[in-house]
């Protein structure tokens, strides 16, 4: 005999089940503190039940719980402040400064406004923040890797100035990322990526550079974290041409290795890696 379901209790069982599940889906806080001090948000950092919760924008999306979330707001480090060599970027910098920062636009050829306009909405990026989108080392940061394609260097409370470079392959640990520097070294820049729709994670994301006759491109979206791939075979040597910008594609397909996800697969990585670097390396040389 087939037992009898009561409905009612059937219902409020799997309501109860998806109100737990619902719960493992967020985060948690039990205190929250505006440190006044990089010292104090460090001590308090030190805790791994604590936090430092930047914009929060990522980090809501994630699940657990925090004993302690440690907001920077009051420690001066928001705004973009150039000086005759550099741009220095404070940590809470939201993504829309960078956007809308005319100074920084003209010295990237627009790159940082074009890496930055389509991550989610306007909204978003009044909110996110430089630190946050940079301490996470996200695969699919677009923050990530247009800025590494510049002469541009992070500063650690503790750690002092580190290239960014290095540090996109460091280990995550409980410093504090206090400013991005960004070195005015003359030079070109472009960014661009591919998007299943527009506010979506980039699919692959790429950021060509010329610095001083060093041309390097920047592959982010991989879906691991972005990496530099130089011109170590010479392939630009003289100057960009159709040739040259088409070899150079080939080889930065070929040097960078690329995974599969939700939204793509290797394959088509790979193939997008050689058609954008193809195009970015046109509009980088002027190539018509």
């Known amino acids: 005999m087939i037992p009898k379901i009561n409905p009612f209790c059937y219902n409020r069982e799997k309501k109860s089940e998806n109100l737990r599940k619902g719960a493992l889906l ?47 707001c009051d420690l001066n480090l ?69 800025f590494m394609a510049m002469d541009a260097y992070v500063e650690l409370y503790k750690g002092g100035v580190v290239p960014l470079e290095q540090f996109a392959q460091m280990k995550a640990d409980r410093d504090i990322l206090v400013r991005l520097i960004v070195k ?48 170590a075979q010479g392939l630009l040597a003289g100057g960009v041409n159709a040739g040259k910008a088409a070899a150079f594609a080939r080889y930065v397909s070929d040097s960078a290795p690329t995974g599969s996800n939700t939204r793509a697969g290797a394959a088509y990585r790979s193939h997008l890696i050689r058609v954008l670097v193809e195009r970015s390396m046109h509009e980088l040389g002027g190539v018509l």
């Open 26 to 72: 967020m985060i948690t806080i039990q205190k929250y503190i505006r440190a006044q001090s990089l010292e104090e948000a460090y001590t308090l950092n030190q805790s791994r039940r604590n936090r430092i919760v930047g914009g929060m924008l990522w980090l809501k999306m994630g699940r657990g719980s925090i004993n302690t979330a440690i907001d920077l």
């Open 78 to 146: 928001a705004g973009v402040e150039e000086t005759e060599d550099a741009f220095r970027i404070g940590a809470m910098t939201t993504l829309r400064e960078l956007e809308k920062h005319p100074a920084l636009n003209a010295y990237t050829c627009g790159a940082v406004r074009d890496a930055v306009k389509d991550i989610v909405g306007v909204q978003f990026r009044s909110m996110a923040t430089v630190g946050g989108s940079l301490w996470s080392r996200f695969g699919f940061s677009d923050v990530l890797t247009v």
């Open 184 to 231: 005015k070294t003359p030079g070109r820049f472009v960014y661009t990526a591919m998007r299943n729709q527009r506010t979506d994670f980039p699919v692959i994301a790429c950021a060509l550079s010329e610095m001083g006759g060093e041309y390097r491109a920047v592959i982010g979206a991989r879906p691991a974290r972005a990496m530099i791939v130089r011109d």
